[in-house]
Structure formats: C-alpha cells, structure tokens
C-alpha cells in the first residue's frame, strides 16, 4: 500500500456528511497509525527507519483509539501488532528446517496453519503491513545463531508487485536486516509476469516454474552465504529456481529462510 491511498481513505472518510466530530478525530487517529505502519517497515528511501517517532505517535493515538489486533480486532498493545490470544497461538508453531528436493536448505519459522497462515493471507492480499514485523521477528528467531550473509529477497512478479503497491518478501529482508547487523540485502533477483501460483495445484506449480532471472540493476552477485527470503515455500519450485540460478552464476552457498512452510 502506498501513502497516496491512505491519505485518500482519509479524505474520503473526513468528507463523510454524517461525521460528528469524535469520528472525525477517530480518522486522524487512524491516519496517524496507518502512516506510522508504512512508514516504518519501508521509508521513502527504502532504507530501514528508526521508528521512535512512529513508536511515539502510535502510543498517542492509542489514548483515543486502542488498538486492535491485526488478525482478530481484539484490544492490544499498541507496540504489538497482535493480541495476547494470537501471540499465544503463533507461539504454539514452531520453527522447522527442512530439504528441498533439489537439496535447497530452507529454515522456516512455523508451519503454514492457523495463525501463521492467516498472518500470510492478510500480509499479501489485505496489505496489512504491520504484520510483516510479527513475521520478520519469527524469522530473525528461527534464523539461529549466525545471523550473517546477504540476504536475497524472492521477486515478485513485477505487475503484482505494482498493484499491491509492496513486495512482502523484500519487505520482508529489510525488516530482518534492521535487526541483524551482520546481514546484508542484495535485490539481485527479478521475475518476469507469469501465471499465478495462487490457485495452480502443486503438479502445475512444478511443471512451470516462475521465470526468474538476474536483474538488470544488479551489476554483481553476491559473495559467501546467500539466503533467499521469502514469506511462504509450498512447493519450493520458486525457491529451486531462484537458488539454481544463483549457483549458476557462481554463489557457492545458498539456503532459505521464509516465514512458513507448507508440507509438500
Ligand atoms: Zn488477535
């Protein structure tokens, strides 16, 4: 979501002929929270933001508005963005290493069920950004002890990217590498338009994987550890693809670290 289509929400909402004025103060409310939930995983630079001014904004707003849970609507703290019932569920999912069938070495942070799902679901398609530091903190976590080497996020396929106004997964390494200071993002990696995999069953998944390829803006690969970031691996097809043409172009150690996994 860009800013451009909150501040719309918000003149929509401020121009509504039966606001009173309590309504009204609940849109600024909500105007100042939803700014601060952009503006925070993402800036306009692209670079990771201090947040201390959105930290600072959202506990004001919380004395008008409390905040609510981005995945059931209960009451929260305003630094979190789920409630104590949904921190507690995603607790309960725990972390998992597993092997492609390429031989791609993928760490994920739960399963893909229950809360870690819907966290997905509503990151993706509902651009409920604030969701995306629940995951990326699950993922730092799961992530182990080295913490370190570049960080590749998988491409989304450019005209869905646009229209979403984001890209979850480098969304995604940025967040991880605001908080470990030895990674590194390198968006090397781009995807040309192609079918959706949402919807395509796993045998149509594999049989036509997505097109990946070097970008253009990458004028090097990345030297050392390598790990694709992604927000979910189902198949793995996207993963397999990206780390092969990695290795082709000479990247000797690739792994990946998404925020759910699927059973394949
Ligand atoms: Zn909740």
Redesign the pocket.
Known sequence: MRPGRVHVAICIRLSEPNGNELSRAAAWVIAVRGACAIRRPVCATREPCSGTISVVLRSLSSLVAPPL??????S?DPARA??????RRLSRLRPARSVLPGGLEVVSAAPYED?AQEIVRRLKFASRLALAEVAAERMVRAWGASRSGWLVPVPAATARARARGFDDAAMLAQLIARECPDARIMECLARDDGPRQVGRTRAERKADPPRVRLSHRSRALPVGAVWLVDDVVTTGSTLTACASLLRRGGVERVRALTFARADS
Do not use: F, I, N, R
């Open positions: 849970c981005s995945l059931c609507g209960a929260c789920l409630c104590a019932g949904c921190e809360v």
